[in-house]
């Protein structure tokens, strides 16, 4: 039964890490990391992302300015452009080892050890990549939270909200700590595989001595 199953559950932890570093990729360029509603002007909501800020106006139309300086830039928005690079390459990277470490993969069928530790490199990178993406939306968020509950900030002065982006992070490092931890699952499971797997063919020869004695006359 576990020879059946796993193919499924490494399948399904690659399925599941694609998803989550195509969301992860997808947080990195959205402008809505932030946004802002003007009392003064509800027709207009602006946002703020890790490239750009973008004003979107009631008929539809929307404009976008990207940030002049790096260095000018907060810090959380300077780090999360790091981590979220970093989290995009090691996502990239592990699909890849992952997916020639798969058992439907014809390449490398004799090559059991190597295929286990590609699938467990490319199980640790999702790890790393769903962490490293849940860092900075999380620190972003954080900062957010402070910047509007800040006392010292005059009521008049319109405050940050939470973005879409952030929601799309976290589950997009949700997804890639769930697809790493699927593949490191079936390589625990892998431990048993062979001895049953002999077992199983030792039985069937066994079976088949027997019915050629029963058979003869």
């Known amino acids: 039964m576990a020879l059946v199953y796993q193919p499924v559950m490494q399948l399904s932890g ?5 998803l989550g570093w195509v969301l992860s990729c997808l947080t990195t360029y959205l402008p809505q990391w932030k946004n ?3 009392e003064l002007n509800e027709l207009e909501i602006w946002t703020m992302g890790l490239w ?3 004003v979107v106006q009631e008929e539809g139309g929307m404009q976008c300015k990207d940030f002049d300086s790096f260095l000018a830039l907060p810090p959380e928005l300077r780090i999360s452009r790091i981590l979220m690079f970093f ?3 090691s996502g990239l990277l592990g699909l890849l080892l992952s997916g020639f470490g798969l058992d439907c993969l014809k390449i490398g069928e004799r090559q059991q050890e190597q295929k286990k530790r590609l699938l467990l490199f490319g199980g640790m990178l999702f790890w790393i990549s769903g962490i490293t993406a849940i860092v900075p939306v999380s620190w972003v968020a954080h900062s957010t939270v402070q ?3 800040d006392e010292n900030i005059p009521d008049i002065v319109p405050r940050w909200d939470f973005g879409e982006a952030l929601f799309v992070g976290w589950l997009a490092g949700f997804c890639l700590i769930l697809g790493g931890s699927l593949l490191n699952c079936t390589i625990c499971s892998t431990e048993v595989h062979p001895s049953s797997l002999r077992y199983a063919v030792a039985e069937q020869q066994d079976q088949c001595q027997r019915l050629e004695t029963e058979t003869r006359p």
Do not use: D
Not at 14 to 18: A, E
């Open 36 to 38: 802002l509603n003007l």
């Open 14 to 18: 690659i399925l599941v890490s694609l």
């Open 52 to 54: 750009q800020a973008c």
């Open 147 to 149: 910047e509007f509950w």
């Open 87 to 89: 989290s995009n390459g």
